[in-house]
């Protein structure tokens, strides 16, 4: 996302600076980009962070900061000691700290008119059994990424089921069959100024989606219009949705930072003037499917071929355009490559998963953040 935001930022004639506590060369190496800024983590040293962002944001002359991922609730929560003539383009922490919960996201949508499925917060496997009484249901922490430590009992927990690993509470919510959408907004003071659906028609396992093909879904863009309205929302927001077989929509979760529904904006959609809260509703249609065209062939090929379904993968891989090789910026899938192997050192050293390393500085998982410069 950072790659897709510096690219149409200056497109629009704005000077592109990245920051971030892990190697950003997929990002840094664009020829949209004109300096890279290390930060210390906002995770695990909150005052180096924004120590580090002040330093860059008042030698360069910043104007407006724009986060990508988790980094959103770290900003929000240390806004005061950012300078106050800086545009942080996220919503207070308290609102985003909720949206972020996979537990209170379902009261606010509920109060909002935006439709899910039943749904209880558990701590044990036992009590999460008792709720669903047989019933097929999903099982995931209240604060998680990427799909991880998510559960699927399409027939019910199963009674050799694993117990619940001690991460926290767990939401318990009833299994809805259905086609997997999802939503990408951006928004001021409850205004909707873009917005986009899209289908995540391949996935890494259950997990992130590296082919994104648009959609129209009318009643998702008025629940996703209500629900930022109803909570004066401002800066971006992203949903996911399961629509069932007669046509309705039930939100699953919520997001409140980018996500890949960026890619489907055409460069020349105005999206850093709705960033700072300007202009009309923006929405890509007719668009064209977008992808990660390396994991499309090295993930998305084999399993195509395993499955029997290669000429629709080929179909597929043919009507979409790359989201990282871009006519006149070449260097970015070198830079991943550079990316990755500083990924697989930190994994080593951390003893996780790549996707952890590449997450783990920035994540958020509801324990207590001191607010700084307050």
């Given at each position: 996302m950072a790659l897709d935001h510096a690219r149409r930022f200056h497109r629009h004639g704005w000077e592109v600076h990245i920051a971030d506590s892990i190697p950003c060369r997929l990002s840094g190496w664009s020829s949209s980009v004109t300096g890279t800024h290390s930060l210390r983590s906002p995770r695990h040293d909150a005052r180096g962070f924004v120590a580090d962002l002040n330093q860059a944001v008042t030698a360069r002359g910043i104007d407006l900061l724009v986060p990508t991922c988790e980094e959103a609730l770290h900003l929000s929560r240390h806004r005061?000691?950012?300078?106050?003539?800086?545009?942080?383009?996220?919503?207070?922490?308290d609102k985003l700290a909720a949206l972020h919960s996979k537990w209170e996201f379902v009261r606010?949508?509920?109060?909002?008119?935006?439709?899910?499925?039943?749904?209880?917060?558990?701590?044990?496997?036992?009590?999460?059994?008792?709720?669903?009484?047989?019933?097929?249901?999903?099982?995931?922490?209240?604060?998680?990424?990427?799909?991880?430590?998510?559960?699927?009992?399409?027939?019910?927990?199963?009674?050799?089921?694993?117990?619940?690993?001690?991460?926290?509470?767990?939401?318990?919510?009833?299994?809805?069959?259905?086609?997997?959408?999802?939503?990408?907004?951006?928004?001021?003071?409850?205004?909707?100024?873009?917005?986009?659906?899209?289908?995540?028609?391949y996935r890494l396992a259950r997990s992130s989606s590296y082919y994104f093909d648009p959609v129209r879904r009318p009643a998702i863009h008025d629940a996703v219009a209500a629900f930022v309205r109803g909570t004066g929302y401002s800066g971006q927001v992203s949903f996911d949705w399961i629509e069932t077989c007669d046509g309705e929509a039930l939100a699953l979760e919520c997001n409140p930072r980018a996500t890949s529904g960026l890619h489907l904006?055409?460069?020349?959609?105005?999206?850093?003037?709705?960033?700072?809260?300007?202009?009309?509703?923006?929405?890509?249609?007719?668009?064209?499917?977008?992808?990660?065209?390396?994991?499309?062939?090295?993930?998305?090929?084999?399993?195509?071929?395993?499955?029997?379904?290669?000429?629709?993968?080929?179909?597929d891989f043919q009507r979409a355009d790359d989201v990282i090789s871009v006519?006149?910026?070449?260097?970015?899938?070198?830079?991943?490559?550079?990316?990755?192997?500083?990924?697989?050192?930190?994994?080593?050293?951390?003893?996780?998963?790549?996707?952890?390393?590449a997450t783990r500085d920035i994540e958020w998982d509801g324990e207590p953040l001191e607010a700084l410069g307050a």
């Amino acid at each position: 996302m950072a790659l897709d935001h510096a690219r149409r930022f200056h497109r629009h004639g704005w000077e592109v600076h990245i920051a971030d506590s892990i190697p950003c060369r997929l990002s840094g190496w664009s020829s949209s980009v004109t300096g890279t800024h290390s930060l210390r983590s906002p995770r695990h040293d909150a005052r180096g962070f924004v120590a580090d962002l002040n330093q860059a944001v008042t030698a360069r002359g910043i104007d407006l900061l724009v986060p990508t991922c988790e980094e959103a609730l770290h900003l929000s929560r240390h806004r005061t000691a950012l300078p106050r003539e800086l545009h942080v383009a996220v919503d207070e922490f308290d609102k985003l700290a909720a949206l972020h919960s996979k537990w209170e996201f379902v009261r606010i949508a509920r109060s909002n008119g935006m439709p899910t499925p039943a749904s209880s917060r558990v701590r044990t496997l036992a009590q999460a059994r008792e709720w669903a009484r047989g019933r097929a249901v999903v099982v995931k922490p209240e604060f998680s990424r990427f799909g991880v430590h998510v559960r699927l009992y399409p027939h019910g927990i199963t009674g050799d089921a694993p117990e619940l690993p001690p991460l926290g509470d767990w939401v318990v919510q009833a299994f809805v069959a259905g086609d997997e959408l999802c939503s990408y907004a951006i928004a001021d003071r409850g205004r909707l100024l873009a917005h986009v659906i899209y289908r995540p028609a391949y996935r890494l396992a259950r997990s992130s989606s590296y082919y994104f093909d648009p959609v129209r879904r009318p009643a998702i863009h008025d629940a996703v219009a209500a629900f930022v309205r109803g909570t004066g929302y401002s800066g971006q927001v992203s949903f996911d949705w399961i629509e069932t077989c007669d046509g309705e929509a039930l939100a699953l979760e919520c997001n409140p930072r980018a996500t890949s529904g960026l890619h489907l904006f055409p460069f020349a959609a105005d999206l850093p003037t709705a960033l700072l809260g300007d202009g009309d509703l923006r929405e890509p249609w007719p668009a064209k499917p977008k992808m990660i065209a390396a994991l499309m062939t090295m993930a998305g090929l084999p399993a195509a071929v395993r499955n029997r379904r290669f000429g629709k993968w080929l179909r597929d891989f043919q009507r979409a355009d790359d989201v990282i090789s871009v006519p006149g910026d070449r260097l970015p899938p070198a830079g991943s490559i550079g990316d990755l192997a500083s990924y697989s050192r930190l994994a080593l050293l951390q003893r996780c998963s790549l996707r952890e390393a590449a997450t783990r500085d920035i994540e958020w998982d509801g324990e207590p953040l001191e607010a700084l410069g307050a």
